[in-house]
């Protein structure tokens, strides 16, 4: 059971779904260029739908993470890591994005490949 005093540590570490990172190699590294995986699921997915098959450039690794997409529909935890993405505006949304501006998505590995 969460108990009050335990919530504002879980909200900021993710410690009710962080787990440890002992065998998980990271696929990515910060710098490397990636594009998100053009996947249609059925049912729940965090992978928002204007970033598939877009280009980004890993900008943090966050750590290990369940994977919500399994946990959500019973087939487990599925723990990888979990990146912050850096994509730019215009790369989302087309020359009418500033070109000074960027996006950061967490993404976990499943959802990401080499670019």
Known sequence: ????????????TGG???????????CFKPGDAVR????NPLGHTRMARYARG?????HHDHGVFVLPDTSAHGLGDKPQHLYSVRFE?????G?????AD????????????PA
């Open 36 to 39: 998100t995986r053009n996947r």
């Open 95 to 99: 020359d009418t994005a500033s070109a």
């Open 16 to 26: 009710s779904t962080r787990r440890p990172e002992d065998g998980i190699t990271p």
């Open 1 to 12: 059971m969460l108990r009050a005093q335990d919530v504002e540590r879980m909200v900021k």
């Open 102 to 113: 960027a996006v950061y998505i967490d993404l976990w590995d499943d959802y990401l490949e």
């Open 89 to 93: 505006a215009r790369e989302l949304w």
């Open 54 to 58: 877009k280009r980004g450039t890993i």
